[in-house]
């Protein structure tokens, strides 16, 4: 049988009791990282025979683990953190099983997805899973656009290292968007930072370490007119051109209201969207004659 095996997100207390004599009888634990997974087992005084299973070595893997599931051997299956299969390596051996008809249980524990939807303090009762948002800010614009009238908060893992672009792209396109930035969730220097996409980077450590986790609220289709994720997504990029514009005009000296009435007669903006994309240039230190 096989054992998919949820583990601690940060604090290696937080394992169940099931959990850990599983870990201790099984014939293999196959685990995204046999390091990482040492240090929970010898924490709670297990030994077992662990194997490399992750992104860059599933195929092979694959190979060696199904033999002992179809001979009746039992398998854990383990990621570094939480439930395997989200966002996380072994999907596909769960798939393989399905396939075969291999029979397999989830044993249940924590999870960052929703520990940080209880933590953040956002509405959601209806919550969608994004995995890692996409690295492109188009991207992103599309996909977080594609849920406005679902009614669906969105959760989503970010890198440290890109989550103030992300911020910015989200900031830029949804500026009242109440969100929450989760940190380091369990662990000693857990933090929970909510409020708009501005406020939150505003008060952001630089850099930004550990792992995220972001919970942003529903947002509900306005006016009549109702836009798609791809026109969105050439939204942003039109919005982001006339920001960049707009910066340019404002280092060389142009008021604000005038340089917002030329962009507004060059591109497809309102006189108003274009005063407020100025003043946004001005306060980020867009402005500037290079």
Not at 47 to 75: C, I, T, W, Y
């Amino acid at each position: 049988m096989l054992y998919i095996c949820a583990t601690p997100i940060g604090n290696l207390q937080d394992v169940t009791l099931r959990v850990l004599d599983t870990l201790g009888k099984v014939d293999l634990v196959a685990c995204e990282d046999t390091r990482h997974t040492r240090i929970l087992l010898d924490r709670h005084g297990i030994s077992a025979r662990l194997m490399s299973f992750h992104d860059q070595n599933e195929d092979q893997r694959l190979a060696a683990v199904l033999p002992l599931l179809r001979e009746g051997k039992d398998v854990a299956l383990v990621s570094d953190a939480g439930v395997p299969g989200l966002s996380d390596p072994g999907f596909s051996l769960v798939r393989a099983c399905a396939a075969e008809g291999i029979p397999m249980t989830v044993l249940p524990g924590p999870s960052a997805v929703s520990t940080a939807l209880v933590v953040s303090g956002i509405p959601a009762d209806r919550f969608a899973f994004l995995g890692f948002l996409p690295r492109a800010a188009a991207k992103l614009v599309e996909q977080l656009a594609a849920f406005e009238g679902t009614g669906a908060a969105l959760v989503a893992f970010e890198s440290p290292r890109r989550l103030r672009a992300s911020l910015r792209v989200i900031g830029g396109r949804w500026p009242d968007r109440r969100l929450a930035v989760c940190r380091e969730l369990t662990k000693l220097h857990e933090e929970v930072v909510r409020g708009t996409a501005a406020e939150v980077l505003e008060k952001l450590a630089d850099p930004v370490r550990g792992e995220i986790v972001l919970v942003m609220e529903a947002r509900a289709r306005t006016g009549v007119r109702t836009r798609s994720p791809a026109s969105a997504a050439a939204q942003y990029e039109l919005e982001e051109r006339a920001r960049r514009a707009l910066g340019q005009l404002l280092g060389l000296g142009v008021g604000t209201k005038r340089a917002a009435a030329i962009i507004a007669e060059t591109v497809d903006l309102s006189v108003r969207r274009a005063y407020e994309l100025a003043l946004e240039a001005k306060s980020s230190g867009r402005a500037g004659g290079g």
